[in-house]
């Protein structure tokens, strides 16, 4: 039902900027919450940003709190996360997920989003 294509990531310095995007299939885009997960080489994976349907509502995760900002261009079918001040330990696979569902005050767990990008590679090096 939702087809879903990451693109923006890459190789990085510390301290630099990366904007992902997140390019989804078919009519309902602007039905469903969106999601920017991420995973470590050898890790969980961990949740990062989540936005509502409407774009009204946003959650981050601690660790990027203040530093990435998630939003969505429904006209363009698209969600982005937008990472300032990358350091280091922000390597990892970014993943964009969707959910017919909004989760409101707290962090969505990984099993509520049903439709998955294929993930692109975020390196930050020091």
């Known amino acids: 039902q939702v087809q879903l294509v990451e693109s923006g990531g890459g190789l990085v310095q510390a301290g630099g900027s990366l904007r992902l995007s997140c390019a989804a299939s078919?009519?309902?885009?602007?039905?469903?919450?969106m999601g920017w997960f991420r995973q470590a080489r050898g890790k969980e994976r961990e949740f990062v940003a989540t936005?509502?349907?409407?774009?009204?509502?946003?959650y981050y995760a601690d660790s990027v709190k203040g530093r990435f900002t998630i939003s969505r261009d429904n006209a363009k079918n698209t969600v982005y996360l937008q990472m300032n001040s990358l350091k280091p330990e922000d390597t990892a696979v970014y993943y964009c997920?969707?959910?017919?569902?909004?989760?409101?005050?707290?962090?969505?767990?990984?099993?509520?989003?049903?439709?998955w990008g294929q993930g692109t590679q975020v390196t930050v090096s020091s």
């Open positions: 078919g009519r309902t885009f602007s039905s469903y919450a």
């Open positions: 997920a969707a959910d017919s569902r909004n989760v409101f005050g707290r962090a969505p767990y990984t099993y509520e989003y049903d439709y």
């Open positions: 936005i509502s349907w409407s774009g009204g509502y946003t």
